[in-house]
């Protein structure tokens, strides 16, 4: 997985929600579902491209899987954001000091 890949993933609205729901704690497909406008089944497909992108894990609960938010996931954007927010601070620093 690469940021783009995250980014990618949380473009979209819907699968922001269902991340955001996940990081408030592991939750199956029907209480996500309950709590967002779209049907179980577009949750599901949510929660493939989150998985592909390394954002969600599922464990089996009996007859349930249970998904969670795995904040490791976002590692790899959190640093490319960091790369270009300490170029932007530093560029800032320099334009302080000669202005």
Not at 39 to 45: D, G, H, L, M, Y
Not at 53 to 77: D, F, H, K, N, Q
Request: hydrophobic share 45%; net charge negative.
């Amino acid at each position: 997985m690469t940021y783009q890949d995250v980014f990618s993933a949380l473009g979209d609205s819907t699968r922001r929600q269902v991340f955001e729901a996940l990081a408030d704690r592991p939750r199956a497909v029907g209480d996500l579902a309950a709590s967002l406008p779209v049907s179980r089944p577009a949750v599901s497909q949510h929660l493939k491209v989150l998985s592909d992108a390394g954002l969600v894990v599922c464990r089996s609960e009996g007859t349930r899987r249970i998904y969670a938010a795995r904040p490791e996931g976002l590692i790899e954007m959190r640093a490319w954001v960091e790369r270009y927010w300490s170029n932007i601070l530093e560029s800032f620093a320099v334009e302080v000091a000669e202005g």
